[in-house]
């Protein structure tokens, strides 16, 4: 029982995470070393295989803020984005 807590503590963490810098991020290095500090196997959960591994793949170097923003973006489907933002807005309001 307390994994399944963890586990959804910490999904909901990666989930604000990758909302805040895709909605206001201004820190490219902070969020690739944040990328690569995270557990592997709750962030596949989250995204998918295909989508982490594309994510912990990509070629930062050289890249804007807006060009990464907009690959999280493009590898993420619409209706998870949607989803996390949801999540986000309705913990912002009740931590308010």
Avoid: H
């Avoid at 990464?68 to 913990?91: A, G, H, R, S």
């Amino acid at each position: 029982m307390s994994f399944k807590i963890e586990s959804n503590c910490k999904m909901q963490e990666l989930k604000e995470f990758l909302i805040n810098f895709i909605w206001d991020g201004d820190n490219l290095i902070e969020f690739e070393r944040w990328l690569y500090e995270q557990d592997s196997i709750a962030f596949e959960k989250l995204i998918g295989e295909i989508n982490y591994l594309e994510l912990i793949s990509f070629n930062y170097k050289n890249k804007t803020i807006e060009e990464v923003k907009k690959f999280i973006k493009t590898i993420l489907p619409e209706n998870l984005i949607v989803k996390f933002e949801n999540d986000f807005l309705k913990n912002r309001l009740l931590n308010e």
